[in-house]
């Protein structure tokens, strides 16, 4: 079963680091692209950062870069997002997604259950 | 950045009902790129049509995707019980950021 679990989350406060992780099983990790998608509860989708297969090839949205580091470890089947000086609206359930292709220009195929960031004084 | 528009925001049918679901680029964007996704309450997204018109893996051929440029739709055809949800466009690729559609909310009506 192609399955994809994240882990990390929890309530942060304003200006500090949070890492998140995404543990993938099922498939060949090392095959595929993946993403880091975030939904504030209610509300829409916002693609956030993703990373080729061979970590040659990274992208942030405007809102995170700089402060957000995505990175993968194919050998633990593992993606990550290093996550540092963080603002209230960083605050918003964290998806990883399996992209269809190993280059990043596929849709997402996979979905995690997410992980909630909350950031809050 | 391209921007998706979709619409209506809010969409009241009936089960047996034929839905269609709109979803406008700010830019013109190849249907290559162009996806839609499904998404329950509590639930992840699931991937429903990818290069505008192909049915991902286990989805029903009911759901169906359409469009060129800037004009995309989805169409189900006629609306069981468990579709009503949430729909998402999505632009990807080559064109970052991956911008997604702010939503449509497709409800019984």
């Known amino acids: 079963e192609v399955q994809l679990v994240e882990s990390g989350g929890g309530l942060v406060q304003p200006g500090r680091s949070l890492r998140l992780s995404c543990a993938a099983s099922g498939f060949i990790f090392e095959d595929y692209a993946m993403h880091w998608v975030r939904q504030v509860p209610g509300k829409g989708l916002e693609w956030v950062s993703d990373i080729n297969w061979s970590s040659s090839y990274i992208v942030y949205a405007d809102s995170v870069k700089g402060r957000f580091t995505i990175s993968r470890d194919n050998a633990k089947n593992s993606l990550y997002l290093q996550m540092n000086s963080l603002r209230d609206e960083d605050t918003a359930l964290y998806y990883c997604?399996?992209?269809?292709?190993?280059?990043?220009?596929?849709?997402?195929?996979?979905w995690g259950q997410g992980t909630m960031v909350t950031v809050s004084s | 950045e391209i921007v998706l528009t979709q619409s209506p925001v809010t969409l009241s049918l009936s089960p047996g009902e034929r839905a269609t679901l709109s979803c406008r680029a700010s830019?013109?964007?190849?249907?290559?790129?162009l996806a839609w996704y499904q998404q329950k309450p509590g639930q992840s997204p699931r991937l429903l049509i990818y290069g505008a018109s192909t049915r991902a893996t286990g989805i029903p051929d009911r759901f169906s995707g359409s469009g060129s440029g800037t004009d995309f739709t989805l169409t189900i055809s006629r609306l069981e019980p468990e579709d009503f949800a949430v729909y998402y466009c999505?632009?990807?690729?080559?064109?970052?950021?991956?911008?997604f559609g702010q939503g449509t909310n497709l409800e019984i009506k």
């Open positions: 830019q013109s964007i190849s249907s290559t790129y």
């Open positions: 999505q632009q990807y690729g080559r064109s970052v950021p991956h911008t």
């Open positions: 997604a399996k992209d269809m292709s190993e280059k990043g220009l596929g849709p997402f195929d996979m």
